[in-house]
């Protein structure tokens, strides 16, 4: 049973930062991208980060450039997201995915259950 478990969500003001984890379990990530997608009501999930297994490669999308960065620890099959001068644009759920580089940020197999994130003006 894969498992994708986040942590780190909640309120925070208008300029302020989160910290996401997402823990991976049930099988071996090696090889695998991990990353973040994010959803708000009535809208498409879309990626806003992701990283390829070695660490070389990342991915964000253009509204949070400069304001977000991802990692990942491979020995602990954990990826973080660290989200800085947050926006009240940013209010969504926040989702952890995994999956081959090519689809991890279009398609991607594996889905955590999502953690809140609201940033309040």
């Known amino acids: 049973q894969v498992q994708l478990a986040e942590s780190g969500g909640g309120l925070v003001q208008a300029g302020g930062s989160l910290r996401l984890s997402c823990a991976a379990s049930?099988?071996?990530?090696?090889?695998?991208?991990m990353g973040w997608f994010r959803q708000t009501p009535g809208k498409e999930r879309e990626p806003v980060a992701a990283?390829?297994?070695?660490?070389?490669?990342?991915y964000y999308r253009a509204s949070v450039k400069g304001r977000f960065t991802i990692a990942r620890d491979n020995a602990k099959n954990t990826v973080y997201l660290q989200m800085n001068s947050l926006k009240p644009e940013d209010t969504a759920v926040y989702y952890c995915?995994?999956?081959?580089?090519?689809?991890?940020?279009?398609?991607?197999?594996?889905w955590g259950q999502g953690t809140q994130v609201t940033v309040s003006s």
């Open positions: 049930g099988r071996t990530f090696s090889g695998y991208g």
């Open positions: 990283m390829d297994w070695s660490g070389g490669v990342t």
């Open positions: 995915v995994a999956d081959l580089w090519e689809v991890v940020i279009t398609r991607p197999k594996y």
